[in-house]
């Protein structure tokens, strides 16, 4: 790759804001974007592509308003190609060709369909998610309720995820390649949560939750039913098998073995992730 600047959209997110930081250490021109950055993207708004395109050479394509990504994913790359952009880099996600995943399918055969360098990731369910966002505070009440059964998923260290796409975004080899994402084992989340107690010395429990009364606590959040339901999927899916398996795209992107899920809660409870007071 030349000097061109890498874009990087949803910047300030989980993976977004770990590749930011990858590249700033190699030293590569990067370009930081997000719709509340500068400069600001969003593809909502096609006036904000040219100036976030402008110059760059790789692109780092996260979903970023799903719906209207989708719709528009066609229209973006045929403009990133015309400003000269050679390569991109997709974040998706496993089972993209089920219902689970309305949004990634179309961008994944739009982006295959075009002349660019791409490179297509599918992860499994952060490993993160318990320490950073979606399950944090309920972990801090003592309590994660989920519809998920005793279903196992493999989790993935977004830090893993950060290393592939930086690989793929800077290095030759990766071109036309996807790669499946997971941690080296499926764990279930009652034993991921008996792992974060074990680390923390708090007292917490996993409870199998009926999809109607998650959903319905999700609303009361004031969570969109959209956004519930597909949650509810999602997580019905890993009760249903879908998490078992185990993807070896860390191995064969980067020659190494992914991280185990121990050591995300080891390093995460070391840093203090769980050592906020509980909200309830």
Not at 92 to 121: H, K, N
Request: aromatic fraction near 8%.
């Amino acid at each position: 790759m030349s000097v061109s600047p890498i874009l990087v959209l949803g910047a300030r997110g989980k993976t977004g804001r770990r590749v930011v930081a990858r590249l700033d250490r190699l030293g590569h021109p990067l370009r930081a974007a997000s719709r509340s950055g500068w400069p600001r993207f969003d593809f909502a708004d096609p006036d904000t592509w040219e100036p976030a395109l402008a110059g760059a050479g790789a692109i780092y394509l996260i979903p970023m308003n799903e719906s209207v990504m989708a719709a528009t994913v066609g229209e973006f790359l045929a403009a990133a190609e015309q400003s000269g952009v050679r390569r991109v880099v997709l974040l998706s996600a496993r089972g993209v060709a089920g219902a689970a995943c309305p949004f990634q399918e179309p961008v994944e055969l739009a982006l295959r369909a075009t002349d660019l360098e791409w490179t297509i990731l599918r992860p499994a369910w952060f490993a993160q998610n318990f320490g950073e966002d979606l399950f944090l505070e309920p972990i801090l009440s003592g309590e994660l309720a989920l519809p998920a059964g005793e279903g196992r998923e493999a989790f993935v260290d977004a830090d893993d995820i950060a290393d592939v796409a930086t690989a793929a975004l800077t290095q030759d080899g990766h071109a036309g390649e996807i790669y499946e994402l997971s941690g080296p084992e499926p764990l279930s989340f009652r034993t991921a949560v008996e792992l974060i107690a074990q680390a923390t010395g708090r007292r917490i429990r996993y409870t199998p939750l009926e999809t109607s009364r998650f959903t319905a606590a999700l609303a009361a959040q004031g969570v969109p039913a959209e956004a519930a339901e597909l949650v509810a999927e999602l997580l019905g899916r890993i009760r249903d098998g879908a998490g078992e398996r185990v993807g070896d795209g860390v191995r064969r992107a980067l020659g190494r073995d992914p991280r185990p899920f121990t050591d995300y809660v080891k390093t995460a409870a070391a840093a203090g992730a769980w050592n906020h007071s509980s909200p309830m």
